[in-house]
């Protein structure tokens, strides 16, 4: 048997698992060579980057304020606190927006705004939700002056995603590989220099509850639609990684 190329899952929740300790463990001997921590809230922040100091090298935290979650009493007290500890995660993220979330659209626009300043204060890459509004997410990264972002997940249009490729943006590939025909024909479309891999546990895909170790089924799917070799995705997903990530 060959060698295993090592992968990175670059977006997962650990926050949320009951065995985060564990399951880094599992994603250890599958060959995962890094994991990217995201938070995305204060209390979730808290826990992941409590987790990754347990794991310094091999995983990296992200923090952000997910537009699910945004509560206008809540609003000042986490960009204090995402100011004052995103010297020490390699990116600010999950943030973005959800036009199908019961947060009102001005109030998401409004704090994802204020969450990219913060970003270009920093110099941080930006880990971006943008379910139904990737134009409008599009733009106000662009606008922002940002150099570095991937677009999470992305199912969108396909002229969108030429302006993400054309910007030096990314965007990532899920499980979701394995039913969604608009994540396939995005990841299918995207150039692989651009693509990023990931699980976003513990999100559910069909009968799959998602652990850092199934990035191995994203690297398969994303082998299968681009019509190459899962070697040669590993190699260069990990590359991608470790250029927007500034991981070494």
Same mark, same amino acid.
């Given at each position: 048997?060959?060698?295993?190329?090592?992968?990175?899952?670059?977006?997962?929740?650990?926050?949320?698992?009951?065995d985060?300790?564990?399951?880094?463990?599992e994603?250890?001997?599958?060959?995962?060579?890094a994991?990217?921590?995201?938070? =995305?809230?204060? @209390?979730?922040?808290?826990k992941?980057?409590?987790?990754a100091? !347990?794991?310094?090298?091999?995983?990296? %935290?992200?923090?952000?304020?997910?537009?699910?979650l945004?509560?206008?009493?809540?609003? @000042? @007290?986490?960009l204090?606190?995402?100011?004052?500890?995103?010297?020490?995660?390699?990116?600010?993220?999950?943030?973005?927006?959800?036009?199908?979330?019961k947060v009102?659209?001005?109030? =998401?626009?409004r704090?994802?705004?204020?969450?990219?300043?913060?970003?270009?204060? #920093?110099?941080?890459?930006?880990?971006?939700?943008?379910?139904?509004?990737? =134009?409008?997410?599009?733009?106000?990264?662009?606008?922002?002056?940002?150099?570095?972002?991937?677009? #999470?997940?992305?199912?969108? %249009?396909?002229?969108?995603?030429?302006?993400?490729?054309?910007?030096?943006?990314?965007?990532?590939?899920? %499980?979701?590989?394995?039913?969604?025909p608009?994540?396939?024909k995005?990841?299918?479309?995207?150039?692989?220099?651009?693509?990023?891999i990931?699980?976003?546990?513990?999100?559910?895909?069909?009968?799959?509850?998602?652990?850092?170790?199934?990035? !191995?089924?994203?690297?398969?799917?994303?082998?299968?639609?681009?019509?190459?070799?899962?070697?040669?995705?590993?190699? =260069?997903?990990?590359?991608?990684?470790?250029?927007?990530?500034?991981?070494v």
């Amino acid at each position: 048997m060959g060698k295993i190329e090592p992968v990175i899952d670059t977006h997962a929740h650990l926050d949320e698992l009951e065995d985060p300790e564990e399951a880094i463990a599992e994603a250890k001997d599958a060959g995962v060579s890094a994991i990217v921590a995201v938070g =995305q809230s204060m @209390e979730s922040n808290k826990k992941t980057l409590a987790i990754a100091r !347990r794991h310094g090298g091999y995983l990296f %935290p992200a923090i952000g304020y997910h537009p699910w979650l945004i509560k206008d009493e809540d609003v @000042e @007290e986490t960009l204090a606190a995402l100011d004052r500890d995103l010297k020490d995660c390699v990116a600010l993220g999950e943030i973005g927006l959800d036009y199908k979330a019961k947060v009102k659209k001005k109030v =998401q626009k409004r704090v994802f705004q204020q969450l990219l300043e913060l970003a270009v204060k #920093h110099d941080k890459p930006v880990i971006i939700h943008s379910r139904y509004s990737h =134009q409008t997410t599009y733009n106000m990264v662009k606008e922002s002056g940002l150099k570095k972002a991937v677009f #999470h997940w992305y199912s969108g %249009p396909l002229d969108v995603l030429d302006s993400i490729a054309s910007a030096g943006y990314y965007v990532s590939a899920t %499980p979701a590989l394995l039913y969604n025909p608009y994540h396939g024909k995005a990841m299918a479309t995207a150039p692989l220099s651009i693509i990023l891999i990931e699980t976003d546990t513990p999100v559910t895909y069909q009968e799959l509850r998602a652990r850092p170790k199934h990035v !191995r089924i994203t690297l398969r799917e994303l082998a299968r639609v681009k019509g190459m070799s899962q070697e040669e995705v590993a190699r =260069q997903t990990t590359v991608n990684a470790r250029r927007l990530y500034g991981i070494v």
